[in-house]
């Protein structure tokens, strides 16, 4: 088994990131900070607003400072959107707070980098209860016109009334989306297609050139080398691996080689989850369906065989959101 490991780490060292000490680099930075640092210098130019402390990234200097600040400096800071109560979905991060300001820069950063203008029509698919958007309205609220489509009824309502600034629809577990063609300049969706069945990425992939706008760019995430090497090496994340279809009752240790084993051979591998009650997301889903939506990694060549003929692939970066996620970005042309 460690044999087996160690052959995969080793055929993909490239997309593994690694520390100067040959450990798995565990944190990861965006190389900017957009939205962190335009809200940042606002809250430091106002004299009324207690000043952030000094710190190596500002989208930590923002969250810190928010843990902290009393609620009228908040509602003042225009950040004044507490954690959704449950059921509503939200996925805690490093911060207790509601705002994921260090995702957001990191997608920011990664469309700046590739050239992207961070303006037009924006659509957050899957937006969950809207931290990003929260994020992106309140750093930019001039420069993009916001949409979020998520299939969480409850989700969808929390966000409309506590975003401001946000268009957000419910939509089905399957295409078509309630937008017209070539409605976005951008769309953006993490940990999406981490979750997505094979062909239901392909139709999903299908639908997002047809709301994308000739020229548009379209930035998503998935599982790749580092995710598993992550899984391998730190046993980062630890799911409940019984809980997906393809064994009985799988261990990590079986569940690890049968994804190591199949990526290798297929370029690919996905399980579904057994049970709607087994993942948070599609419990909150009105006659939600398990058979497409489970556990899913990709290798570049696999991806490229899911893609339509004119989204072309302009970027890849390795382990960048959640620490563990690849992020591409697509073009349509």
Same mark, same amino acid.
């Given at each position: @088994? ?15 990131? +690694? ?9 990861? *930075? =965006? ?19 207690? %000043? =952030?402390? /000094?710190?190596?990234?500002?989208? #930590? ?8 600040? =009393? ?58 209860? &809207? ?18 489509? !998520?299939?969480?009824? !409850?989700?969808? /309502? ?30 953006? #969706?993490?940990?999406? +297609? ?19 706008? %000739? ?30 279809? &393809? *064994? ?23 399980? #579904? ?17 398990? #058979?497409? +939506?489970?556990? @899913? ?12 003929? /004119? ?13 563990? *996620? /690849? ?7």
């Amino acid at each position: @088994m460690e044999k087996v490991f160690e052959s995969f780490l080793k055929e993909h060292r490239a997309e593994i990131v +690694w520390e100067d000490d040959e450990t798995l680099r565990r944190d990861m *930075h =965006p190389q900017f900070s957009p939205a962190s640092s335009q809200i940042l210098s606002q809250i430091i130019v106002d004299s009324q607003l207690t %000043k =952030p402390e /000094d710190g190596a990234f500002p989208y #930590a200097q923002l969250s810190k400072w928010l843990m902290t600040a =009393p609620r009228d400096q908040r509602i003042r800071a225009d950040l004044a959107i507490d954690i959704p109560p449950s059921p509503i979905h939200f996925v805690p991060g490093q911060y207790q707070i509601f705002y994921d300001f260090k995702n957001t820069d990191m997608v920011l950063s990664e469309l700046l980098s590739a050239g992207i203008q961070i303006k037009g029509t924006l659509l957050d698919f899957g937006c969950s209860s &809207g931290r990003n958007l929260a994020v992106l309205r309140r750093a930019f609220p001039s420069k993009i016109q916001l949409f979020g489509v !998520d299939p969480a009824q !409850d989700s969808v /309502d929390w966000l409309q009334k506590n975003v401001g600034g946000v268009s957000a629809t419910v939509s089905k577990q399957s295409p078509p989306l309630p937008f017209d063609d070539e409605q976005f300049d951008i769309i953006i #969706a993490k940990s999406i +297609w981490t979750h997505f069945s094979p062909s239901a990425g392909r139709q999903w992939f299908a639908e997002m050139r047809r709301v994308l706008k %000739k020229g548009g760019h379209f930035l998503f995430s998935t599982h790749g080398p580092h995710d598993v090497a992550s899984r391998i090496l730190l046993n980062i994340p630890s799911p409940r691996y019984d809980r997906y279809t &393809g *064994h009985e009752k799988w261990t990590r240790e079986g569940f690890l080689m049968d994804l190591v084993d199949t990526y290798k051979r297929s370029g690919y591998y996905f399980q #579904a989850f057994k049970e709607v009650g087994y993942q948070p997301d599609l419990h909150l889903i009105e006659d939600a369906d398990t #058979a497409e +939506w489970g556990l @899913m990694f990709i290798s570049p060549e696999y991806l490229k065989t899911m893609l339509p003929p /004119d989204l072309s692939i302009v970027s890849r970066s390795v382990g960048r959101t959640g620490n563990r *996620h /690849d992020l591409y970005i697509v073009r349509r042309d």
